[in-house]
């Protein structure tokens, strides 16, 4: 009978027992010296950093470790014990000299993919960024004067132009444009909202509380359902610091409702001298409705019915970059630009660079839905996905596995980005399973490939959703399926 030991876990402090055989196992291990030697010949660790190497080795030696600690172990061939070690321990380094913002494949059918980094810029605006990343820029410089200019000028004139709007300022997202406005208009007095509209979007961004954080005094009208002019007028006070209507992007109130229009709003606040202000949220240029799409109001009509301000997102249904448009009254932008919180909320020259050349591109609509891949994939008909489907699949069976299941099915994509809730997109999904695989155990695999294709499980399948899958991804797709199957297979 074996003997136990007494060990010390220096984890949690605690003494737990190991038998002689666990000890021989772990006295078997190889030294980090011995790895590290290795490691610095091996051709494919040649980037790799010393300190990178032996940060991955020791994680490949406690995993190891901690196999060992958590049974009694039989006997093993040390030498594949090895094999198995340095095997972890270049995976290990090969995943840190991976940046940690990555490409993967959005293979969700969600558009405007929060958490994938929303809107794909257009080649034009990722082709700007490069040159301006790369070289110095005009920032704050004016060429034709020969001095200091504003890193507004860049957008200014184009979104006026596009908008109708007779002033413009941008920030670095909706959120922070929201906060500035309120900060710099009614800190200390009362804003009116209906009850309807206090909305909530991701990151738990909730129109309360950044009105509370802004100094600007919450007055709520209406109710959840219905809200009338009368609610608008009767609140209006001595302290009333503005209006505002908020747009319920990423939900819908429906049956017995009543809201009041921007247009109402804004005679409202013209007869009782109180500035409007609107949080378009994921703000259009484009009118989807002529598409065959659920209409999303457009920041030219916002503009047309007169608002004194109008805030929105670049990087939602504009499909740019990041940023906060605000658009509107040249003596409330200018109070707004004199803000000192301005300069903490500023964007950088890669944000200008992208969303210039995103704006350019509206000045021909239709040029702008083919190039700017969020209305691409927004306004595509089903004939050229249920296309990329079968072909997809047709590349897919040339790999001759019996136990890999495919089939091509209908399902809906969405808008994404807290835009057009009740949107469904008819899509076309390429399904996959195998049958030595649950479909977790898929989905993790495709996930862990770099790049990573993130897909969705249902009915014990992976779905890809090909409304967007870019054109030169398939072929990725097919590389990891067919490394899947002969990892199985082996």
């Not at 060429?143 to 200014?156: C, E, I």
């Not at 710099?184 to 009105?211: H, N």
């Amino acid at each position: 009978m074996i003997k136990p030991l007494l060990f010390a876990n220096f984890d949690d402090g605690q003494l737990m027992k190991i038998t002689q055989n666990q000890q021989r196992l772990l006295r078997a291990l190889p030294s980090v010296d011995r790895l590290l030697a290795r490691a610095e010949t091996d051709a494919q660790l040649a980037k790799a950093a010393k300190p990178v190497l032996i940060a991955g080795i020791r994680a490949a030696l406690e995993m190891q470790r901690a196999r060992i600690l958590a049974a009694d172990t039989p006997a093993q061939n040390t030498s594949a014990d090895i094999e198995a070690i340095w095997r972890q321990a270049v995976a290990n380094i090969q995943d840190a000299l991976q940046p940690n913002l990555r490409r993967v494949i959005n293979a969700t059918g969600v558009v405007v993919h929060t958490n994938l980094g929303r809107s794909l810029l257009a080649e034009q605006a990722a082709d700007n960024v490069m040159q301006v990343a790369a070289r110095y820029s005009n920032l704050e410089f004016d060429l034709a004067k020969g001095r200091r200019g504003s890193r507004y000028s860049a957008v200014h004139d184009l979104l006026c132009e596009l908008t109708g709007a007779e002033a413009a300022m941008v920030v670095n997202n909706n959120a922070g444009a929201v906060f500035l406005a309120l900060e710099t208009l009614a800190r200390g007095r009362e804003v009116v909202v209906s009850r309807g509209e206090l909305v909530e979007i991701g990151g738990s961004f909730r129109i309360p509380d950044v009105m509370a954080r802004s100094g600007a005094i919450l007055k709520e009208v209406g109710t959840t359902n219905r809200t009338h002019p009368k609610d608008y007028i009767s609140a209006i006070a001595e302290h009333t610091g503005l209006l505002l209507k908020a747009h319920t992007s990423n939900f819908s109130v429906i049956g017995f409702t009543k809201s009041v229009s921007l247009a109402e709003l804004v005679e409202i606040g013209r007869e009782r001298q109180v500035p409007v202000m609107e949080d378009l949220g994921s703000g259009t240029l484009i009118d989807f409705s002529q598409y065959g799409l659920t209409a999303e109001p457009t920041v030219q009509a916002s503009v047309r019915a007169g608002v004194d301000l109008v805030t929105f997102s670049g990087d939602k249904l504009l499909g740019g970059p990041q940023a906060g448009i605000m658009l509107g009254r040249k003596s409330l932008i200018d109070a707004i630009k004199s803000n000192p919180l301005n300069r903490a909320l500023r964007i950088d020259k890669l944000t200008l660079a992208a969303l210039e050349s995103t704006l350019r591109l509206y000045r021909n609509p239709r040029q702008a839905v083919q190039a700017i891949p969020t209305l691409r994939m927004l306004t595509e008909a089903m004939a050229p996905i249920a296309h990329r489907a079968a072909a997809l699949i047709d590349q897919l069976k040339q790999l001759n596995c019996d136990r890999l299941q495919i089939k091509q099915i209908e399902r809906a994509s969405k808008a994404g980005g807290g835009a057009l809730p009740l949107l469904d997109l008819p899509s076309q999904c390429v399904a996959l399973a195998h049958e030595d695989m649950s479909a977790h155990q898929l989905e993790i695999f495709m996930r862990m490939r770099c790049p990573a294709i993130i897909g969705r499980i249902e009915d014990d399948y992976f779905l890809m959703d090909m409304r967007t899958v870019q054109d030169d991804e398939p072929q990725i797709i097919v590389a990891a399926v067919n490394q899947m199957v002969q990892e199985v297979k082996a």
